[in-house]
């Protein structure tokens, strides 16, 4: 089964959960920017949760299925023809050469279609994820364009998965992003880092998959001392020399000399993924024994799920 891109949207890539154990040779793991989103399309269609899908940023593709086939869309809710809302976080039967006009992305950023059978790709590295920085995975290292065709595999129709009451509700939380103290938490003052951790910030347009850069109460450390290049985590929030925060992403560099006053959790880092430009965040400090909890607690309910 194939299907052919007729209109590729603002940003659409394949990927996967991403390419790991490379940062050593400067190689980000890119993949889902919501993972969580990303998993669950995976589940609903019967598939392994790590296959490649595609993901879309504000707008859709236009993509049309050379045969039958069974899909679902989680993420931000998907406007399709007339800015009539596609049916999400479900299974859905798609016919054969039917058209998928999938518009304006809202309520989030980003989109998520998974293909029972999932898409059919090299794995350099391990992983289907595209690189876009360095040209490769995904197909052929670049967002999808008009006239491409991607081939899915075929697996049986009826191993899907519904979505319980209440479940994507509990499994999206909402309010402040939460966060640990980075490694150089300690750099800063204890009224800026107060200060940090109580402001609104803002989503720059400038953002992208890399880094999201944020506007807003300017934080600065004790004193201008420079610190050697040295490895970033996933999810890491930098301050540069204007005292304006930038988070990491999943396309992110794997090492920097800016200051780490902060890091997002492991359960809230699908949330960064789904933030849009001029969107308003606020942080909420945790423990890193709780930071475990929540995310024990997420993949626990994930699991069951399953």
Sequence with gaps: ?????LSAGMLTTVQDLGRFGYAH????????????????????????????????????ASLEFEAGAVVSFTGGQVLGKHAKPLPMWSAVEVPAGAVLE????????????????????PMPMHSASTHLAGGFGGY????????????????????????????V????????????????????????????????????????????????????????????????????????????????????QTTGGYLKIANVIAADLH???QLRPRDSIRFELVSVERAVQLLREREEALGAFA
Excluded at 1 to 5: E, K, P, T, Y
Excluded at 179 to 205: D, K, N
Excluded at 229 to 251: M, R
Aim: with cysteine; glycine share 12%.
């Design 102 to 121: 999938c518009g304006q992305i809202v309520q989030g950023a980003r989109a998520y279609l998974a293909v029972q059978g999932g898409i059919n790709l």
């Design 169 to 252: 509700e509990r499994m999206r939380a909402s309010g402040a992003i939460r966060i640990t103290r980075g490694l150089q938490w300690e750099w800063f003052e204890s009224g800026e880092t107060e200060r940090f951790v109580a402001s609104a910030y803002s989503v720059s347009e400038q953002s992208d998959r890399a880094g999201l850069r944020l506007s807003g109460e300017a934080v600065h450390p004790k004193k201008r001392a420079e610190l050697l290049t040295e490895g970033v985590p996933l999810g890491a929030v930098q301050v540069p020399p204007d005292g304006q925060p930038i988070i990491l992403f999943v396309d992110q």
């Design 140 to 167: 052929k290292g670049r967002a999808l364009k008009t006239g491409d065709v991607l081939a899915c595999g075929s697996s049986p129709h009826g191993a899907v998965h519904k979505v319980r009451p209440g479940f």
């Design 25 to 60: 040779l400067g190689i980000s793991p890119a993949g889902a920017a919501d993972s969580l989103s990303f998993r669950i399309a995976n589940l609903l269609v019967g598939n392994a949760e790590n296959e490649p899908a595609l993901e879309m940023t504000l707008v859709g």
């Design 271 to 273: 949330r960064i993924g």
């Design 1 to 5: 089964m194939a299907i052919r891109v």
